[in-house]
């Protein structure tokens, strides 16, 4: 089946380290992006990619850090830097153009 | 700023009544307009799709409508259902970017 796969599915943190999270995607399409939401807040865009070794920073990058090595996979390293870390992570893709926007099942990241 | 506004936030009815979900957008040079379902701890799911180009779209017990002009996006569901108790989010395209509402909040009630 095509799909999005996010994974782990929860991931906890301690103080100082950085975390990895994983997106893989098998609908061939061109663009992937990285979401963040909070209670009661949309979703915030973190980094997008429209094409492989090229990705751009959204309205709230900072303390992260994203590669595009392959079409089919876009990883999001949370950085000691993000201070708040804690919430939950969606990735989606899309094709280019006038097209929807898929998403996998999300990551729940908790500091402890 | 590109800005999103559903309303209500939250939601409540009984099983079998209509309802109709708002969403307004700041952007008229959008490209499409998507629905979306969200569970508790999950993501979202699509529902419906509209281009730029269309005025409704229909799955099922759901339709979607669209006026560019006035930044308005409507969700109709009918004859509700207990399973349909979820948040309900639209989303509008432009360019590379698609820019989100914070939802609605619907509960059905048996």
């Known amino acids: 089946d095509g799909g999005i796969t996010q994974s782990p599915k929860y991931l906890f943190r301690k103080e100082g380290q950085n975390v990895t999270l994983s997106c893989e995607q098998n609908?061939?399409?061109?663009?992937m992006y990285w979401y963040r939401q909070d209670p009661g807040q949309g979703l915030r865009l973190i980094y997008y990619s429209q094409i492989v070794n090229d990705f751009q920073k959204g309205d709230i990058a900072e303390g992260y850090s994203v590669s595009r090595e392959k079409k089919e996979s876009f990883p999001l390293t949370v950085t000691s830097a993000q201070k708040n870390p804690t919430a939950f992570y969606l990735c989606?893709?899309?094709?280019?153009?006038?097209?929807?926007?898929?998403f996998g099942q999300g990551t729940r990241l908790t500091v402890v | 700023k590109q800005e999103v506004t559903q309303i209500p936030a939250a939601l409540s009815v009984p099983e079998g009544e209509n309802l109709v979900l708002n969403c307004s957008f700041t952007?008229?040079?959008?490209?499409?307009l998507q629905w979306f379902r969200q569970d508790p701890g999950k993501g979202l799911t699509s529902l419906l799709l509209i281009q730029s180009s269309q005025r409704e779209q229909t799955s099922g017990r759901l339709n979607a409508s669209l006026d560019k002009s006035s930044g308005r996006s409507t969700l109709y569901i009918a004859a509700s259902q207990p399973g349909d108790s979820a948040t309900y989010l639209c989303?509008?395209?432009?360019?590379?970017?698609?820019?989100f509402g914070t939802g609605t909040s619907l509960t059905v009630i048996p």
């Open positions: 952007d008229s040079a959008i490209y499409n």
């Open positions: 609908l061939n399409h061109d663009a």
């Open positions: 989606a893709s899309s094709y280019q153009g006038v097209t929807e926007a898929f």
């Open positions: 989303a509008f395209r432009t360019g590379n970017q698609f820019y």
